[in-house]
């Protein structure tokens, strides 16, 4: 079956512009993660949701960024006023539910550069 | 929460079989152990979970000692294809906890 999908795949936008990421993750998962990941380190939690319930946002650098899954399938992360020390690849991920217990299957990320 | 710990970097050659240990000494009675794997320019993929003793798949073997303070990835004879970073992670099998957490990882050469 299809895995995790995000587009874009890639993203160049200026500094000071909206963007908006999105994920569609596998058929039926309850959970959807977002990470974020610099070259050379380890996916950075950023927020997750169990269907529409966004259950941890702890992550999330500031109030420029936000996520939503208004109907528990397909999640949009904005980034509003971006910076240039938001480039990074952003992953997100699903689980048929939530707990240490669940895979996470990751989507192939989108690499966002700010200019 | 669980920290964990483990070498940043390893070489091994092909052929070999590569241990890599993971400390996780304050780990709770209800967390589970999983390893990820990431190839570059991909996402992380699981490759194998446990909670003590052994557990085997057709990728790798997990051992967890009895007090579970530390866990070992033991991937039999590595090919290049093996050349990967690998995430131990620790969280409850309950919450999400820290399961959130992948830190930096090993990051494994195979050598020809």
């Known amino acids: 079956g299809a895995g995790v999908s995000q587009s874009p795949r890639y993203k160049v936008t200026k500094r000071g512009q909206d963007v908006a990421l999105r994920c569609d993750p596998i058929?039926?998962?309850?959970?959807l993660y977002w990470y974020r990941q610099a070259l050379g380190q380890g996916p950075e939690f950023l927020t997750y949701f169990n269907y529409e319930a966004q259950q941890d946002k702890s992550g999330l650098p500031n109030d420029r960024f936000s996520a939503e899954r208004p109907e528990g399938s397909i999640s949009t992360l904005t980034i509003q006023r971006t910076e240039q020390r938001d480039s990074a690849m952003y992953r997100c991920a699903s689980s048929r539910g939530t707990g240490a217990f669940y895979e996470q299957y990751f989507g192939p990320g989108t690499r966002l550069t700010v200019t | 929460l669980a920290k964990t710990t483990q070498p940043i970097s390893m070489d091994s050659y092909e052929g070999q079989e590569v241990n890599i240990t993971c400390s996780h000494n304050n780990i709770a009675t209800n967390d589970y152990i999983t390893w990820y794997q990431q190839f570059p320019s991909q996402g992380p993929r699981f490759i194998i979970q446990?909670?003590?003793t052994k557990v085997t798949n057709e990728v790798a073997s997990l051992f967890i000692p009895a007090d579970r303070k530390s866990s070992t990835l033991s991937l039999p004879r590595v090919s290049l294809s093996d050349t990967a970073v690998y995430y131990c992670?620790?969280?409850?099998?309950?919450?999400?906890?820290?399961?959130?957490?992948f830190g930096t990882g090993t990051s494994l050469t195979v050598i020809p």
């Open positions: 446990g909670y003590k």
């Open positions: 992670l620790v969280g409850d099998s309950r919450y999400p906890g820290n399961q959130f957490y």
């Open positions: 058929s039926g998962h309850v959970s």
